[in-house]
């Protein structure tokens, strides 16, 4: 744990001001920023959202909703109905800006949230103040939804920063609440609230280390799961399988088996570290958590959403089952593209996530397996390149990332180059096309999917693989000098 006192940590009272500030920044920003025009300037699935928002009781109540869209529709709702208390005007204009609204008040809850979080972790100042512009001045936040405002991307972050404090610092009814609207606005995020609520009641002292699995069954645990990614790709690959959502993009078939390679390689060092931990491991860890009531809940959650989405929708072709299979096949196109693809969508900080995997391992350990549970599942989606469906777990993980760089003391010239690569990987200077063509790597196309894992080009694979790399050895050395500083007498 950090060893920093009280009068290091960022002011309680500054959590409100500097709230008010992104979210007002955020506002500024998605104002004057140029728009995606397709489909009067809803995009691609805010076709959905937004035509929803224009009448949801028409297409959610006197027509059901499809199964997969009534688990993204409560954004329509809660637009229509704002729209329906203020001025009642619901063409797209009036819609597009109902979005930009709520996601300035998602960027507000968000960044509220997380100050908390960096102060039960114990976060210093300067590491808070660079934690908070590396979550909330990213690309993926602050360039690409306010390029593509009609979408849910920002209330998934925002409820991964909910379900985390609420974890942390013991408040159940935030998980519920948060899990619940999960479930009906960014499904993927159900997962690790229920996760969260089912493991509630059941965490080691954090002082108190836990103890390594026996027989090294982590190991054999990480060797079976690396094998069997690489055989279902190899089985996906023989069937000519392609992803229905995928447009033509750019591959390197000739690069196939380094690309199964490396994804079975991330799988195996991921969890080695992650699932030596007995507690996972102990029958009487899962009896013990049904004797709670965090248990009863998330059970009880789980059995009101499926009821709700059985009796309320009808049934559609989407599910986990397909998002699987597209994320299997994305992950080979290019070798290890998910590591060059996340820190260019959410930014360099991401990196120390990687390069000290084994400490934030130790820290997420000390905070129970409900935690462990969430981070093993995190692992399935950085495989997934498409890095915008993973945000909740970006606001999830990085502040054990951060925590993790706080107690190294960087020096401030490192914390600065920090700052500044973050702010120039927003790409803010960059103007998105209004419209996108269907061969991706083309420009001006491929400004906008450069950053978008799957459609990444292979030069701008190679441009931006060669940047991660040198951004990422750079770390690395800054990290190794600062420990061997604090391990010098």
């Known amino acids: 744990m950090n060893d920093a006192r009280d009068d290091e940590l960022l002011d309680r009272k500054l959590d409100a001001p500097i709230a008010v500030v992104v979210a007002t920044f955020y506002l500024f920003v998605t104002l004057l920023t140029e728009k995606f025009q397709h489909c009067n300037g809803y995009g691609d699935d805010g076709c959905m959202y937004g035509t929803w928002a224009q009448d949801f009781p028409h297409y959610a109540i006197d027509n059901k909703l499809g199964s997969y869209g009534i688990q993204r529709a409560f954004p329509s709702l809660v637009a229509w109905a704002a ?32 100050l908390k979080i960096a102060r039960f972790l114990r976060i210093g100042r300067t590491s808070t103040l660079l934690g908070t512009l590396a ?15 009609v979408l849910g991307d920002l209330w998934g972050f925002a409820i991964g920063f909910i379900v985390l404090w609420g974890y942390l610092t013991k408040r159940l009814w935030a998980i519920a609440i948060a899990t619940l609207i999960a479930a009906f606005t960014w499904p993927s995020a159900t997962a690790p ?51 229905p959502a995928l447009i033509p993009v750019e591959t390197m078939p000739q690069a196939v088996k380094l690309s199964a390679l490396c994804a079975g390689a991330f799988f195996f060092f991921g969890l080695r570290g992650l699932t030596n931990y007995r507690p996972l491991w102990d029958p009487r860890t899962y009896l013990r958590a049904l004797a709670t009531p965090g248990a009863f809940l998330a059970i009880a959650t789980v059995v009101g959403i499926r009821w709700v989405v059985s009796h309320w929708s009808t049934p ?19 070798p290890a593209i998910f590591i060059v693809a996340h820190p260019v969508y959410y ?27 969430v981070f093993v599942l995190s692992l399935l989606f950085w495989m997934d390149c498409e890095s915008r469906h993973s945000l909740h777990f970006f606001a999830l993980m990085l502040p054990f990332g951060i ?5 190294r003391h960087l020096d401030r010239r490192t914390l600065g180059v920090l700052a500044v690569l973050t702010v120039l990987a927003t790409k803010l200077w960059l103007t998105l096309p209004p419209t996108v063509g269907r061969n991706s790597w083309d420009f001006p196309n491929q400004t906008l999917f450069m950053s978008q894992g799957p459609w990444m080009a292979n030069f701008m694979y190679f441009v931006q693989g060669v940047i991660v790399v040198l951004i990422a050895f750079w770390l690395h050395r800054r990290l190794s000098s600062a420990e061997r500083a604090s391990a010098s007498p």
């Open 83 to 114: 729209l329906k208390l203020t001025n009642g005007r619901f063409d797209p204009p009036h819609v597009i800006r109902a979005f930009e609204m709520m996601n300035a008040f998602c960027m507000l809850v968000a960044s509220f949230t997380w």
């Open 135 to 149: 979550f909330f001045a990213s690309y993926s936040v602050l360039k690409n939804t306010a390029w593509y405002p």
């Open 193 to 243: 609230g229920l996760l969260l609520m089912f493991f509630y009641g059941v965490r080691p002292p954090t002082d108190e280390a836990p103890k390594p699995v026996p027989f090294k069954l982590n190991i054999a645990l990480a060797v079976l799961v690396a094998l069997g990614w690489i055989l279902y790709v190899g089985r996906l690959l023989e069937k000519n399988y392609w992803p």
């Open 316 to 334: 559609e072709a989407a599910g986990f089952e397909k998002w699987f299979d597209h994320t299997a096949f994305t992950s080979v196109t290019k």
């Open 347 to 373: 930014g360099p900080l991401i990196l120390a996530l990687l390069l000290r995997w084994n400490d934030v391992v130790a820290l997420v350990h000390r905070h129970g397996p409900g935690l462990v549970s």
């Open 403 to 407: 925590k993790v760089l706080d107690e």
